[in-house]
């Protein structure tokens, strides 16, 4: 009588315990039951950052997950929210993320200012304004399978955040009544920035974000773009400041600091063809036979003879470490000269010529330098082959003259 | 006085003070047997010529040297940048201490398959191994002193290896090092070892070693009776072949010297992390590479202590050599299973030595 009343029991378990974890969260349940697009969201959330962390749909929408009844789990009178209206995303994401106490629990070192900044960002305040059109939370982030912004699969993780603002802003009809420019993203993908953050893989390197800031994103005004730059180029931004160019460049009809010379989006590595020859962008300004395209020509000079000049130290030094020569000391020297180099580069940005020449001619002595140091090795290797091929010689005479003499004596 | 006379009474001067005439008569009666295996006898003194090389090149070297963590590395760039042949004098001492040891073991096998360790020899066997490890101490201590990134990190792995010895591995690591670690303790003691210790106890040996082959005589194989053979006079004929091939070594090393250069590296750098396919001279190679390749667990044995022992083993039957594998007058004996032992060793010691330096 016993064994069935326990077999049952069994059973029983068997059969409760599945039924109880449908039930722990009959949203996910339920909802991929369904064949319709409402099923996306089961299918998705397993992903989610937030399910990770243990939270669940309701945590989001409202509602009762321990219920299965669909009635009494999507309850108004239970907390149910349902799908937000596309305006009131940023609030309905910021209930929890502008709240430090209920972060802390989470992701404590979390910034919770995202929806301040995000009111006063050009989307926040069209959004504000009743445009619907404009990016919210999830157009950036996903929903339903939002990953941390550190997860390389995130849309917001450094390597792919262009390619996530240009969804939208490379996209000529959604852009057309905001009249903007749809080519940036074609653009950055030239530039110097794109090439150290997607093909060397440099996650410091600026994305979009960098720039233009995430939640609060604007487009920087004429007169902060340098500060922008010199976020990250804080030398470049102290000389430039110091330059003639700052003030006839932020002034009324400037173009902007910076991006005169270097582009914004396209910001290209730098050369002394920027200042003389065909492409220099100081002819945009400068006719050529000026005083200042002068002066920007004789500049690209300097530049390009100690960078070839150090070119061929490097060169004479590579050759001679290949041959064995010693010469470790020249090639410390050669990074000095190459620090010239840059320090050299840096100073054309005060527009200063004495300064730079200054420089040019510091790294210039240490090319010298350097390039008699290779010279020195590559001769004393010369030297030292026929020291040993005399040394051989005579070597072999000695071998010889004993073989002579002993076969002298042997024979007497 | 005519030149004659004078010369004869200068060497009778010398002679009363210093017993030329005995040196004189050893010579003229001392002879080299001839035979097949004749040229194997020029393999010692190859050995005997390198050292001196590494003695007059080590004394040159001592002149700039400066033995702290500050300066050695510097003093070893200004040897190879400003001192005039400083770079010849460096690289032949590096080039001519690998040598050395590459010609001391030939000189050991040699021996080994000839059978010449065979009684009454068994003490030259034994200064003979003796000096081999000394050699090798040489070796070990030298590496350190340009204090380079690579020679810093080889001896970090060789005292920890020393450490892993049964019973008295952390003492002697400690000893090695003295210290905890690697540091400017060990420079200076590695520095005392190779100037003065080992220069001291080699000088020594080198002179038993030598004592006991005037002794003793060149051996001959043990089918062939020295009675029966031929001899050749040590002095002139024998020292002008030997001195033939003194000269090949030294063009050789010169060579070596002057197309490959010995490296300098990078200063070493305590807090770096170790180089990559860091390794240890090539004479440690097949030990090192074995005890890469034993499971850090061989049944409850840790097996780096398995190794060692193994090692330990075969050393004590190699040094052994001339008691275990004893030939009588008559030819018979154990040489065929001392050949095999070796044969293996050869085979063991030329295929780990290079899959150490290959993988």
Redesign the interface.
Known sequence: MRAPVILFLLCFAVWIVPGSAAAADSCVTCHAAIDDAAKGPAALIKNDVHVTHGLSCADCHGGDRTSDDPDVAMNKAKGFKGKPARAAIPKFCAACHSSPDYMRKYAPRERVDQFELYQTSVHGKRLAAGDANVATCIDCHSVHDIRAVKDSASPVHPLHVGETCSRCHSDAQKMAPYKIPTNQFQEYKTSIHWEALAKRGDLSAPSCASCHGNHGAKPPQVESVSAVCGSCHVLFEQLYEKSVHNAIFSGAGGGGGCMVCHSNHAVHYPSTAMLAGPKAVCSGCHDAGTAPAGTATRMAGWLDSLDAALKQSETLLTSAEKS???V??AQVRLIDGRESLVKARLALHSMKPADMQKLVDEGMAIARATQKAGEFALHEKDT??I??AV??LL??I??FA??L??RR??SS | MSAAELKAKTFEWFDERLGLRMARDLLDHKVVPLHPGTAWYYFGGITLFLFGVQMFTGLLLLLYYRPTVAEAFDSV?FI??RVEFG??IRSIHSWSANLLIFFAFVHMFSVMFTHSYRRPRELTWLSGIALLGLMMGFGFSGYLLPWNQISYFATKVGTDVAATTPFIGPVLARFLRGGEDVGAATLTRFFAFHVMILPLLTGGLVGLHLLLVQKAGMSTPKDLPAHDLSHMKFF??FF??E??VW??V??LL??LA????W??G?KADPFASAPAGIRPEWYFLAQFYTLKLIPSHVWIFEGELLGLAGFGLLALVWVALPFWATIKPDGSGRARLATGVGVFLVCYLFTFTLLGYFK
């Open positions: 064995g020569m010693e470790s000391e030292r082959r020291g040993l040394s051989v070597i072999g000695a071998i004993i073989r003499l002993l004596m042997e | 760039r190879m940048t770079w010849l002139p004929n002008l072949r001195l033939m000269y090949g030294l063009a010169g060579s002057a197309i490959f250069p490296e300098l990078e």
